[in-house]
Every structure is written in structure tokens, then in C-alpha cells.
């Protein structure tokens, strides 16, 4: 069996809740990725501008320490909100401090609208990997929709288990 890690930024609970599902339904060991400052406010329309403002940027926030090293797993999930289309901040910030290469990547998103280039422009940060997999969820702690996140989780991280871990 291969060492397995979830990594994720989330910042209204939607990411997190998938990345925590994700890392249950294949044995992964979980890393949630913390800025130093607070980015933007959780709540309220200013969130978008804002968030769409620091994506446009290219801001890279300041992270707080990694408590695990991505360099000591083979596989590795990597999670985003989708803000402007395109992934977070903090994982900017994550892509320029951590090399991967030669890793196995699966790439998950949540969005409120459409995921726009999340998944191209992270390909794009982290080239020199293997990608096996990518998923997007439509607000899952929105209208019920845990249980029906939870099972495409599962069925995805089976479709994964089967080719490239087991």
C-alpha cells in the first residue's frame, strides 16, 4: 500500500468537508493548508470581490507551516474552492514552496458556480506529476447534498483504489 495525503485549502467549510470524505474513503493522511492572515471575510458578497481580486493577483499569502511533508507521499489529492475559476490563493502560495515531481495527483474542487480552468492551471503549477484523477462538487453543504457529495466521493476513490493504489 502506498502512502497516501488529502491536501486542501477551504474557507467556507464546503472543501474541507469533501477533503475530510476523501481521506477516510482511501486511508489518506490529511493536511489542511492555514494562512497566517486572514484572506478575506467567510460570509457576505464582498468575499467574492475580494477573493476574485486576490486570484487575479496572483497573491500568494503567507502559510503557516506545513504539518506534514508532502515529499513523503506517493499519492497525493490536492482540494480548492474555485474562486475567479480558478484555484485559491493558498494553494498558489502552496505550489511555489512545495516541489512535487513524480508524484500521483488527483485534483478535487468545489464551486458555487462552475469550475472554470481550476483543474488546467493546477496541472499547469504541478506538470512534472502523474494526474489520476480530478472531481468537482456543486456546494456541498448546500440543499442537502452531503450524502449524495459523500457517495460520488466514494464511488471516484474506488474508481482510483482499483487503478493506481491497490
Known sequence: MKNKLVIFYSLSGNTKFIAEVIAKAVDAD????????ELIKKDGFMKYFWGGKRVMMKEKPKL???????ADYDII???????AWNYTPPLRS????????GKKIALFCTHGGQKGKTF???KMEIKNNEFIGEI?????????????????????????NKKFIF
Not at 490529511?30 to 492572515?37: N, R, V, W
Not at 502552496?94 to 515531481?101: D, G, P, T, W, Y
Not at 462538487?137 to 482510483?160: G, R
Open 136 to 160: 468537482d462538487f456543486f456546494e456541498p453543504l448546500k440543499n442537502n447534498k452531503k450524502e449524495e457529495c459523500v457517495k460520488k466521493v466514494k464511488q471516484w476513490a474506488d474508481v482510483i
Open 77 to 83: 489529492f490536492i482540494g480548492t474552492p474555485v474562486w
Open 64 to 70: 503557516i507551516p506545513l504539518e506534514k511533508n508532502p
Open 30 to 37: 490529511i493536511l489542511e493548508l492555514k494562512t497566517k492572515c
Open 94 to 101: 502552496f505550489f511555489s514552496q512545495v516541489k512535487l515531481n
Open 120 to 122: 488546467e492551471n493546477m
